[in-house]
């Protein structure tokens, strides 16, 4: 099957940022005297929009202090905004990619700001033809971004692809009819990927392009 068009998530699949938004997570927790939670907590949350991901990550946050939280985790992770970088591979399998005449774009769990910083910073602002955000529509494991992405480029759902490194973005996947892909690199095992059945598990940047460009 060849695909017309491939969808990214973004942290922990095209951005090495997993351990930025977890010690992002467990800053903010230190900041309000809450309980911390450990590093495979926070890190499945990865990919749900921000006050989805905390709720699982921070059970014991009370509503009333969700806008002091959010606000203790944007400052957290921005102190480490400038560390951040594409996995090594990232721009050129993107390159490759659209000199195949393979539509790109990417589905996440940041915010409309978030990706859009992020994307002018990685100099890739005009890599992708659609990017949606949880902030936009429903977050994963919900299909939306997915069903819109299609709608917007008039894709038919067998010729797309996701590609993510968590379970919530394979269930997304299958939850819109399309292929998912998963990637060992990012926040989730390889057990928790293998559970939503992915066309692939890849373990680095250099296998999803050669794999992507076999399709291709």
């Given at each position: 099957?060849?695909?017309?068009?491939?969808?990214?998530?973004?942290?922990?699949?095209?951005?090495?940022?997993?351990?930025?938004?977890?010690?992002?997570?467990?800053?903010?927790?230190?900041?309000?005297?809450?309980?911390?939670?450990?590093?495979?907590?926070?890190?499945?949350?990865?990919?749900l929009?921000?006050?989805?991901?905390?709720?699982?990550?921070?059970?014991?946050?009370p509503?009333?202090?969700?806008?002091?939280?959010?606000e203790?985790?944007?400052?957290?992770?921005?102190?480490?905004?400038?560390?951040?970088?594409?996995?090594?591979?990232?721009?050129?399998?993107?390159?490759?990619?659209?000199?195949?005449?393979?539509?790109?774009?990417?589905?996440?769990?940041?915010?409309?700001?978030?990706?859009?910083?992020?994307?002018?910073?990685?100099?890739?602002?005009?890599?992708f033809?659609?990017?949606?955000?949880?902030?936009?529509?429903?977050?994963?494991?919900h299909?939306?971004?997915?069903?819109?992405?299609?709608?917007?480029?008039?894709?038919?759902?067998?010729?797309?692809?996701?590609?993510g490194?968590?379970?919530?973005?394979?269930?997304?996947?299958?939850?819109?009819?399309?292929?998912?892909?998963?990637?060992?690199?990012g926040?989730?095992?390889?057990?928790?990927?293998?559970?939503?059945?992915?066309?692939?598990?890849?373990?680095?940047?250099?296998?999803?392009?050669?794999?992507?460009?076999?399709?291709?």
């Open positions: 099957m060849a695909y017309s068009l491939v969808v990214f998530d973004w942290d922990g699949t095209l951005m090495d940022s997993t351990h930025h938004i977890v010690a992002a997570i467990q800053g903010a927790c230190r900041d309000l005297d809450l309980p911390v939670p450990s590093a495979s907590q926070a890190s499945w949350v990865i990919g929009s921000l006050e989805g991901a905390l709720r699982h990550a921070v059970p014991d946050l509503k009333s202090m969700m806008p002091r939280f959010l203790r985790y944007r400052v957290n992770y921005l102190l480490r905004d400038p560390e951040l970088k594409l996995f090594e591979g990232v721009r050129e399998m993107l390159e490759d990619l659209a000199r195949r005449d393979v539509r790109l774009a990417v589905a996440t769990g940041k915010s409309r700001v978030g990706l859009n910083r992020a994307l002018a910073a990685s100099g890739l602002a005009d890599a033809h659609a990017t949606r955000t949880a902030d936009e529509t429903f977050s994963k494991p299909p939306a971004m997915l069903h819109e992405i299609m709608a917007e480029l008039d894709v038919l759902p067998e010729r797309v692809v996701m590609i490194d968590t379970s919530h973005d394979l269930q997304m996947a299958a939850n819109a009819s399309v292929h998912g892909v998963g990637v060992t690199y926040a989730h095992t390889r057990k928790e990927l293998e559970g939503c059945a992915p066309q692939a598990i890849v373990e680095t940047v250099a296998e999803l392009g050669a794999w992507l460009a076999s399709k291709n």
